[in-house]
C-alpha cells in the first residue's frame, strides 16, 4: 500500500525548501496563497497525478560556463518532501569521507577530513605520502537513469517516494523548458556538458536538492568500493572530486585503474586530465582550499569569485553571503583575503565587526561603490 503524505509533512517539506528561497518571486508568489496551494499540491500527491511542471534553464560562466536549472517552486517542495523521507535509508550507510549534501558535511568538513588524513597518512608530515587526485568526467551529465533508480529501488520500498522518484530520475527536463538569461551564455556552454545534447536516458539537471543526493547515491558503490575493498583508508569525495592519500604511489596507481573499472560499470569516466598522483607535500587542493604541510589558504580562485558574486549579489542578500564567507576564509587562515571581503562589504555598506567575523546589520552604512 501507498503511504499518506500528510499535511504536516507537506508544511515541513515546505518551511525546508523556502529556507534559503524566502525573498525569491517564485517563494513570494506560491506564500501570497499558501494554504490553498500546498493544499492543492498535497491532492495531486496523494491522488498521484503529481508531474514535475517545466524547468528554468540559465547559464553560469564562473568559475566555468555551465548549465543550471531551476525547478518551479512547487516541484522544489516535492524534492525535500522526498528527501527527508528516502534520506535516512541511506546516509547512515555512506561512508565518512563523503562530503556533499549531508548534513554537517559541506566544504569545511571535506577540507578538515582531508588535512587530518594527510596528517595521519605522513605522520604529522614527518614521512612521505603521495595523493591521488581524481574527479569524474561530466558527472551530472552521465548519470543513467536506469543504473540510478535501481540503486534507489534497492532501498526505497514505499510505493508512494519510490513512484516520485521515478518522476524525478525519469523527468526529460528538456521538454518544455524555459531559458532566461543572456543567449550568448549559454551558447558558451560545451555541447558535450549541455543536457539538451545528452544521450537520452542520461543526465540529471544541476541545481536540484534531489540531484545532489542522488549523486551521493550513485557514487556510494564507488566509495564503498574503494574503503571495503582496496582497504584505503584514506579518502575523501566532494561530489565527483575525490582524493586518496598512501605513502605508496603504486598503491594509487592500482587504485586508479579499480576507480576507472567501476565507474565504467555505471557509465561514467574519470577525467584524465584533471587525474594524477603527486606528492603530498606539494598542496592539495581540494573543495577551495590548498592543503599544505602546516598550512592551509584559501584557493585564490575561490577568493576571487566570492569577490566577484559579492559584487553584484543584491543588498538584501549581501549581509548572509559575506558572513559565510567570512567563515569559509577564516578557517583557510588567510588574514588578507578576509580583510579584502571585509572592504567590500564596507563599500557596499555593511559595517564588519572588528575580528571579521561577521557583519553588524545595525550600523548599515549607505553603499559608496559608485561614489568611488
Same mark, same amino acid.
Given at each position: 500500500? %501507498? #503511504?499518506?503524505?500528510?499535511?504536516?509533512?507537506?508544511?515541513?517539506?515546505?518551511?525546508?525548501?523556502?529556507?534559503?528561497?524566502?525573498? /525569491?518571486?517564485?517563494?513570494?508568489?506560491?506564500?501570497?496563497?499558501?494554504? !490553498?496551494?500546498?493544499?492543492?499540491?498535497?491532492?495531486?500527491?496523494?491522488?498521484?497525478?503529481?508531474? &514535475?511542471? &517545466?524547468? /528554468?534553464?540559465?547559464?553560469?560562466?564562473?568559475?566555468? &560556463?555551465?548549465?543550471?536549472?531551476?525547478? !518551479?517552486?512547487?516541484?522544489?517542495?516535492?524534492? $525535500?518532501?522526498?528527501?527527508?523521507?528516502?534520506?535516512?535509508?541511506?546516509? &547512515?550507510?555512506?561512508?565518512?569521507?563523503?562530503?556533499?549534501?549531508? %548534513? +554537517?558535511?559541506?566544504?569545511?568538513?571535506?577540507?578538515?577530513?582531508?588535512?587530518?588524513?594527510?596528517? #595521519?597518512?605522513?605522520?604529522?608530515?614527518?614521512?612521505?605520502?603521495?595523493?591521488?587526485?581524481?574527479?569524474?568526467?561530466?558527472?551530472?551529465?552521465?548519470?543513467?537513469?536506469?543504473?540510478?533508480?535501481?540503486?534507489?529501488?534497492?532501498?526505497?520500498?514505499?510505493?508512494?517516494?519510490?513512484? *516520485?522518484? @521515478?518522476?524525478?530520475?525519469?523527468?526529460?527536463?528538456? $521538454?518544455?523548458?524555459?531559458?532566461?538569461?543572456?543567449?550568448?551564455?549559454?551558447?558558451?556552454?560545451?555541447?558535450?556538458?549541455?543536457?539538451? $545534447?545528452?544521450?537520452? +536516458?542520461? +543526465?540529471?539537471?544541476?541545481?536540484?536538492?534531489?540531484?545532489?543526493?542522488?549523486?551521493?547515491?550513485?557514487?556510494?558503490? *564507488?566509495?564503498?568500493?574503494?574503503?571495503?575493498?582496496?582497504?584505503?583508508?584514506?579518502?575523501?569525495?566532494?561530489?565527483?572530486?575525490?582524493?586518496?592519500? $598512501?605513502?605508496?604511489?603504486?598503491?594509487?596507481?592500482?587504485?586508479? !585503474?579499480?576507480? @576507472?573499472?567501476?565507474?565504467?560499470?555505471?557509465?561514467?569516466?574519470?577525467?584524465?586530465?584533471?587525474?594524477?598522483?603527486?606528492?603530498?607535500?606539494?598542496?592539495?587542493?581540494?573543495?577551495?582550499?590548498?592543503?599544505?604541510?602546516?598550512?592551509?589558504?584559501?584557493?585564490?580562485? /575561490?577568493? @576571487?569569485?566570492?569577490?566577484?558574486?559579492?559584487?553584484?549579489?543584491?543588498?538584501? !542578500?549581501?549581509?548572509? #553571503?559575506?558572513?559565510?564567507?567570512?567563515?569559509?576564509? @577564516?578557517?583557510?587562515?588567510?588574514?588578507?583575503?578576509?580583510?579584502?571581503?571585509?572592504?567590500?562589504?564596507?563599500?557596499?555598506?555593511?559595517?564588519? #565587526?572588528?575580528?571579521?567575523?561577521?557583519?553588524?546589520?545595525?550600523?548599515?552604512?549607505?553603499?559608496?561603490?559608485?561614489?568611488?
Amino acid at each position: 500500500m %501507498p #503511504s499518506e503524505i500528510t499535511v504536516a509533512s507537506l508544511f515541513e517539506a515546505y518551511y525546508d525548501c523556502r529556507r534559503a528561497k524566502r525573498n /525569491t518571486r517564485a517563494a513570494l508568489t506560491f506564500e501570497v496563497n499558501l494554504e !490553498d496551494n500546498l493544499m492543492a499540491l498535497l491532492r495531486d500527491l496523494q491522488t498521484g497525478t503529481w508531474a &514535475p511542471a &517545466p524547468a /528554468t534553464v540559465f547559464a553560469i560562466t564562473r568559475p566555468k &560556463p555551465r548549465e543550471v536549472w531551476a525547478a !518551479d517552486f512547487r516541484d522544489r517542495i516535492v524534492h $525535500h518532501l522526498v528527501y527527508r523521507a528516502i534520506a535516512p535509508l541511506f546516509e &547512515p550507510s555512506f561512508i565518512a569521507g563523503s562530503c556533499a549534501c549531508i %548534513p +554537517g558535511r559541506g566544504t569545511l568538513y571535506g577540507a578538515d577530513r582531508l588535512r587530518r588524513h594527510l596528517l #595521519s597518512a605522513t605522520e604529522s608530515w614527518t614521512k612521505p605520502a603521495f595523493v591521488l587526485k581524481a574527479d569524474v568526467a561530466n558527472f551530472f551529465g552521465s548519470i543513467r537513469h536506469a543504473d540510478l533508480f535501481a540503486m534507489l529501488a534497492r532501498r526505497v520500498s514505499d510505493a508512494t517516494m519510490l513512484d *516520485l522518484c @521515478r518522476k524525478l530520475v525519469f523527468q526529460d527536463v528538456r $521538454h518544455g523548458a524555459v531559458q532566461r538569461g543572456a543567449a550568448h551564455h549559454m551558447a558558451m556552454v560545451p555541447r558535450h556538458k549541455s543536457l539538451f $545534447h545528452a544521450p537520452p +536516458g542520461t +543526465g540529471l539537471p544541476i541545481g536540484n536538492l534531489s540531484s545532489q543526493f542522488f549523486a551521493n547515491v550513485y557514487l556510494d558503490g *564507488l566509495d564503498q568500493m574503494v574503503k571495503r575493498k582496496l582497504g584505503m583508508r584514506h579518502y575523501v569525495r566532494y561530489v565527483d572530486d575525490m582524493v586518496l592519500v $598512501h605513502p605508496d604511489p603504486k598503491a594509487l596507481l592500482q587504485a586508479a !585503474d579499480a576507480i @576507472r573499472e567501476h565507474l565504467s560499470g555505471i557509465g561514467l569516466a574519470l577525467a584524465e586530465r584533471k587525474t594524477f598522483i603527486a606528492p603530498a607535500e606539494k598542496g592539495v587542493d581540494f573543495v577551495g582550499q590548498v592543503i599544505r604541510p602546516h598550512r592551509t589558504i584559501g584557493r585564490a580562485k /575561490t577568493h @576571487r569569485a566570492a569577490m566577484h558574486r559579492l559584487s553584484n549579489l543584491p543588498k538584501e !542578500d549581501l549581509a548572509e #553571503s559575506v558572513n559565510s564567507y567570512l567563515g569559509l576564509f @577564516r578557517h583557510t587562515g588567510s588574514q588578507e583575503q578576509c580583510a579584502s571581503i571585509a572592504r567590500l562589504a564596507h563599500q557596499r555598506g555593511l559595517r564588519v #565587526s572588528r575580528d571579521m567575523t561577521k557583519v553588524v546589520i545595525a550600523q548599515a552604512l549607505p553603499d559608496t561603490r559608485a561614489a568611488a
